[in-house]
């Protein structure tokens, strides 16, 4: 099959009608039609699809073994993102398996397609939920108590969609076997289209992390309750959201609030509690410290200014990631080989791809996305560019596993 007769059938499911963003959220119905659909694409391409015991698909063309070349990324979406992030990499990846096999292209190296789970983290608030299980770099047990904001846990979550989430926890057997792991991945920024370049291959990510505040104030009447007696907790709330863009600029970091839950959440009352959340980014560990630091110590100072009590923690944290020299250096040569051009780029975006990496040699691909835009509806990439990913990741498949 074609890239975008693919893409047509994968592009409607978990699409939400009234925005035209993604709202494919793990172990909802959403995610199962989309986990459906590519074991259906898969097995009709002669692979043998399974999930492992964290719920992330495999699909074996040829036999399963040790030295395999693993290619995939994420089904899931954040609320209303754009229908590129993680899709492109899985939908390529059957993509370039049909490129190959129209060539009678057989690897002589195991090959996977991987889909992995709530890559987003936007149901249990926890970023490569997957592959951070797969790893180890999550405790199962702590995992399985992640609650969604309905109180639902991933435990309840998974049980309820057939799997057993008592089997959660890291395979080092499966990781031990991948020689290695190539993400391709629609660009989040702005780098290749100045380059005019279709395809780029990445350098490495930017250490981030996500922090909760909670703010805890008295509810109260919008009306009766005197300025000076209320403990309004959106008020150290929306200065946090001040002070966080400050300190980012400052830093050379970037400090986002995007979620924020208000309670009661009513018109007419001062709300009894803020909930918020923080993503900050920055090129090295230290700045992000800093960065956190700064934002912590002014939200503390403007809650009690406010006689709001706070309690911030960090709920995910990921590590500077520098993706294995020899492999991308051997894409390189591969894609320069095949008259594909692919500058090397950094990105401040999280990746399974980047969590695999401490324990396998990864790489990523990206393809270029003209505005920039990600995690919203707008995210786009021209078909044309999807075409040139395909071709990438199929020549890199070929060398990778092919003869040697
Ligand atoms: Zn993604």
């Given at each position: ?70 290619t995939?990324?994420h ?56 592959s ?32 057993d989430?008592?089997r ?13 792991f ?37 509810a ?59 993503d ?46 020899p ?5 390189a ?32 691909l ?14 786009h ?15 890199v ?8």
């Amino acid at each position: 099959m074609t890239f975008d007769s693919l893409w047509r059938e994968l592009e409607p499911l978990g699409r939400d009608p009234g925005t035209g963003g993604y709202r494919r959220y793990s172990w909802t119905p959403a995610d199962a039609a989309c986990r459906a659909w590519f074991t259906r694409q898969a097995e009709h391409r002669g692979l043998a699809v399974e999930s492992d015991n964290n719920g992330n698909l495999w699909a074996w063309w040829g036999r399963k073994g040790p030295g395999a070349i693993v290619t995939g990324s994420h089904l899931d979406s954040v609320p209303d993102g754009g229908g590129f992030d993680g899709a492109l990499g899985v939908v390529t990846a059957l993509a370039a398996v049909d490129l190959l096999q129209a060539k009678s292209f057989y690897p002589e190296r195991p090959v996977a397609l991987a889909a992995f789970t709530e890559e987003e983290g936007a149901r249990f608030g926890v970023a490569c939920l997957g592959s951070r299980l797969l790893t180890g770099t999550i405790d199962a047990a702590a995992a399985r108590a992640l609650a969604d904001d309905a109180g639902t846990t991933l435990a309840e979550a998974m049980a309820a969609a057939g799997h057993d989430p008592a089997r959660l926890g890291p395979r080092d057997d499966l990781l031990d076997g991948i020689a290695a792991f190539v993400e391709l991945h629609v660009e989040q920024g702005r780098a290749l289209d100045p380059m005019g370049a279709a395809i780029g291959l990445g350098d490495g990510i930017w250490p981030h992390g996500r922090w909760r505040l909670d703010f805890q104030g008295r509810a109260d009447h919008a009306g009766t309750a005197r300025l000076a007696d209320r403990h309004d907790p959106m008020l150290p709330y929306a200065s946090t959201v001040l002070a966080a863009r400050q300190a980012a600029a400052d830093s050379g970091a970037v400090a986002t609030i995007g979620k924020v839950i208000a309670e009661p959440n009513g018109t007419n009352a001062v709300p009894s509690a803020v909930r918020a959340w923080l993503d900050v980014r920055a090129p090295d560990a230290g700045t992000v410290e800093k960065t956190v630091t700064t934002i912590r110590s002014a939200s503390e100072r403007f809650s009690r200014e406010h006689g709001v009590a706070l309690s911030m923690r960090q709920e995910s944290y990921t590590p500077l990631v520098r993706f294995d020299e020899p492999l991308r250096d051997r894409m390189a040569a591969a894609l320069a080989a095949a008259g594909l051009a692919a500058p090397v780029l950094p990105t401040a975006a999280g990746h399974d791809a980047g969590i695999l990496s401490a324990r396998v040699p990864a790489a990523m691909l990206f393809v270029r996305n003209p505005t920039g835009i990600s995690h919203s509806p707008a995210e786009h990439a021209e078909l044309a560019d999807c075409e040139a990913g395909v071709r990438a990741l199929a020549t890199v498949l070929a060398d990778l596993a092919g003869p040697t």
